[in-house]
């Protein structure tokens, strides 16, 4: 092998590694409100065995810490550890097929996120047709 193989090698691996590293929803997200845009909160994105997990882990500006809004076992329940997004799944360059809770609404939509660049998510939420999409900045 010559040396300007191995360099080539290395550069694709390189290249490889961090087009997925950055092809990954997983961090720490800043969400928008889509109809005031103000900052809401931040929002952990995590992975566990393959399905993509969202959980509340700051409030900007909350008139409140517990969901009072919230119905079943969320009623009362703190906002900040709450899971929020789950069952997401990869598919492509979108993840898909999973559920988001607004604890503002009591309401838990089908969900579908996908990356625009590295540092922001759009994240949508829908019934049947109807839909709204937030975007969500990476917190670095």
Not at 1 to 9: A, G, H, P, R
Not at 43 to 51: C, D, Q, S, W
Not at 123 to 130: I, N, W
Request: glycine content about 8%.
């Amino acid at each position: 092998m010559t040396l300007k193989s191995i360099f080539t090698t290395i550069l694709l691996f390189a290249f490889f590694i961090t087009s997925s590293m950055a092809q990954s929803c997983v961090g720490v997200w800043k969400t928008i409100d889509d109809e005031t845009g103000e900052e809401r909160s931040q929002v952990e994105i995590y992975e566990k065995n393959g399905t993509y997990y969202g959980k509340i882990i700051k409030l900007i500006n909350p008139t409140t810490d517990v969901c009072n809004t919230c119905t079943g076992n969320r009623k009362g329940k703190p906002l900040v550890g709450m899971e929020i997004m789950k069952n997401m799944k990869k598919s492509g360059n979108t993840w898909k097929n999973g559920e988001i809770f607004s604890p503002t609404k009591d309401k838990t939509y089908s969900c579908k996120i996908w990356l625009e660049g590295n540092n922001i998510l759009k994240v949508r939420g829908y019934v049947a047709l109807f839909y709204r999409t937030q975007t969500w900045h990476r917190i670095k």
